[in-house]
């Protein structure tokens, strides 16, 4: 027979599983949009320096009509936006990061103390059934 304390602390450990679960949800979804990030910063560090290797010796229109130099602007701006935005991603992350340790000490505390409950009630049907 189940105690109600056993399946009440089943329902916590349910509880503490599902909130773990979450955190490892938000942070997957945080990491992805840190890759995501990092990625399109090295997609354009590739085309200046594309930019860069095709220009070597050759006359470029779009350098001699002056569109180049709003091109670099324009990476630059693009670069900066990017970097803020990782920064703020990387901070979330910490935020994310000390949840997910919390939710995963509660639920292993949790599990720890049904585990306890389970041997006690184990060991008193076990003496029970020794006296009886």
Partial sequence: MVSVRSQQLAA???????????????????????????????????????????????ADTALRGGADPLWHQWIDRRRMALNGELLRVLAEQDRVRAALARAFGREQATIGLARAEHAATAQKQARRADHG
């Fill in 12 to 58: 916590i450990v349910a509880l503490t599983g599902a909130a773990f679960a979450a955190e490892q949800a938000r942070m997957a979804q945080i990491k992805a949009r840190e890759t995501m990030l990092r990625s399109q910063l090295a997609s354009l560090d590739a085309h200046r320096q594309a930019r860069a290797a095709g220009l070597e010796g050759a």
